[in-house]
């Protein structure tokens, strides 16, 4: 009932910043946790950050805090991921998801999943 789709990855040179788009439709509403992961290659799945549905609450991983912003704009079913100061550890493909709980970090608990979209960050 709910699908999730990432947009706004490509490719950049370490220091840029990109702002990755995650479109949801179908009952959003029963799902009021938005989180953000990715994935390295030969790496496991890991937290970014997840957004409250009212945009108030937030929680990131020590790899983002600082660096990564998360906002949504519930008028157009659309949570952002900002990211600046891109490195090369950035570099992953990166998935957004929802979770019918409060602000979560653990992959587990989020039952919807996008098909993710490719951040790449060169020097």
């Known amino acids: 009932q709910v699908q999730l789709v990432e947009s706004g990855g490509g490719l950049v040179q370490a220091g840029d910043s990109l702002r990755l788009s995650c479109s949801a439709s179908g009952r959003t509403f029963s799902r009021p946790t938005t989180g953000w992961f990715r994935q390295a290659p030969g790496k496991e799945r890991e937290f970014v950050g997840c957004i409250s549905w009212s945009g108030n609450s937030t929680l990131y991983a020590d790899s983002a805090k600082g660096r990564f912003t998360l906002s949504r704009d519930n008028a157009k079913d659309t949570v952002y991921l900002q990211m600046s100061s891109l490195k090369s550890d950035d570099t992953a493909i990166y998935y957004c998801?929802?979770?019918?709980?409060?602000?979560?970090?653990?992959?587990?608990?989020?039952?919807?999943w996008g098909q993710g979209t490719q951040v790449t960050v060169s020097s």
């Open positions: 998801a929802q979770a019918p709980t409060g602000l979560e970090y653990l992959a587990v608990l989020y039952d919807f």
